[in-house]
């Protein structure tokens, strides 16, 4: 059975990035942007990662550049951008496509047709928490909020199991 663990992403500096290494961790995977009105969401995503960090919880951000060009920025502008902007400590990816003919085989996990929540992605900022198991536990549309109730509790109660 394929799970997360099974990826390997390059990071945004341009090493190798796989997620086995984050076997047992829950993860908050999220496309991400510079330019678009949902990047305060940076904000939210780094409060959690700093809340829960230390009870084996992580965020993923994955630049991508499809919807409406909103993260044209070199690997350094991005990279500068998050830490000067929102503080952001969690990890980034390469950008990557996450939908269409050159989608990621991550994104084709968590959102192909075989997903367990299929169905293309729609937005910057389109969140999927992982379960420690690998598996995909739930998928948040993009105007939610990070730290709403849904997404903090479906957190607290995969931390837990």
């Known amino acids: 059975m394929t799970t997360a663990y099974d990826f ?3 990071s945004l ?5 796989p997620f086995s290494r984050y076997r047992g961790q829950v993860l908050l995977v999220v496309n991400v942007a510079s330019k678009c009105g949902l990047t305060p969401h940076y904000k939210g995503m780094e409060s959690l990662y700093q809340q829960y960090a230390d ?7 994955v630049p991508c550049n499809q919807f409406g060009g909103q993260e044209p920025g ?3 502008e991005i990279q500068g951008f998050c830490e ?4 952001v400590t969690f990890p980034l990816t390469a950008k990557l496509d996450v939908n269409g003919d050159k989608r990621h085989e991550l994104y ?6 075989e997903a ?5 992605i729609s937005w910057n900022f389109e969140k999927f928490l992982i379960g420690k198991n690998g598996e995909v536990l739930a998928r948040f549309a993009p105007p939610t909020e990070p730290e709403a109730d849904e997404i903090v509790s479906a957190i607290e109660v995969a931390l837990q199991t």
């Open 74 to 76: 070199s690997p350094e």
């Open 116 to 120: 367990s929540f299929p169905g293309d």
């Open 55 to 61: 009870q084996g919880f992580k965020v993923i951000g």
């Open 13 to 17: 500096s341009g090493d190798k990035m």
């Open 84 to 87: 000067t902007s929102y503080n």
């Open 8 to 10: 390997e992403l390059k």
């Open 108 to 113: 084709g996990f968590l959102a192909g047709d």
